[in-house]
């Protein structure tokens, strides 16, 4: 797994490196621009939205949504990638912090109609990922959502037949979500709704109980 240096350092090949994987259809990126394009019009249907982005990177999506009017709150632990974001969302609250410390308290007693997180919590723990999504609950509004874009399946089975394919590139220190694992840990806080997009990525929907 890279560092916050390592993704300071690649932060300017950061959106070509997963335009190749995603034109090429391969692990990890495949689906990449359908799954940012789902949470993208998802967040499109409400007005003047709240949204919290975390891992916003270079701010490839959440630059689109702040264009449209929404306002932005954003958690990321790359200094270099959060100058490039704020180049493209002047107003928007950026702050720089690695989310294994859980939540900053500048955002944690805010209320969100989208939390939105593409690509970013795999760097998480499977018990991390529980405990963090715990934590974010609190933040929604009463109809709002989180939305998780990221390296995903529904099965163990399917992950291992991904990994069996991949076996060069795959990378062992990222821990993929398995929705049929997370769900069990979750379901009696939330309500949870996964939709593969890739045969290696996809959402997850989770709404308040």
């Not at 982005?53 to 200094?79: A, C, P, Q």
């Not at 060069?168 to 379901?187: G, H, T």
Request: net charge negative; charged share 25%; proline share 2%.
């Amino acid at each position: 797994m890279l560092d916050k240096q390592g993704f300071d350092l690649w932060a300017d090949g950061y959106d070509k490196t997963v335009q190749v994987s995603e034109e090429n259809g391969v692990y990890p990126f495949a689906g990449y621009k359908a799954i940012l394009s789902t949470i993208f019009n998802e967040v499109m249907g409400k007005e003047n939205a709240r949204v919290l982005d975390i891992g916003f990177g270079t701010g490839f999506m959440t630059s689109r949504l702040y264009e449209h009017g929404h306002k932005i709150d954003g958690i990321d632990f790359s200094s270099k990638m959060i100058a490039m974001a704020q180049a493209k969302m002047p107003n928007a609250n950026l702050i720089e912090w690695d989310i294994t410390g859980g939540l900053p308290s500048e955002i944690n007693t805010k209320k969100y109609d989208f939390i939105v997180s593409t690509y970013a919590l795999h760097h998480l723990t499977d018990v991390e990922k529980v405990k963090f999504i715990q934590a974010l609950l609190p933040m929604l509004e009463e109809e709002g959502k989180i939305l998780i874009g990221d390296i995903a399946f529904c099965t163990s089975q399917e992950l291992e037949a991904c990994k069996e394919d991949c076996r060069e590139s795959w990378d062992e220190d990222e821990f993929y979500f398995v929705f049929d694992e997370l769900s069990p840990s979750l379901k009696d806080y939330c309500r949870l709704k996964f939709k593969a997009i890739s045969h290696c990525g996809g959402i997850i929907e989770i709404t308040r109980k």
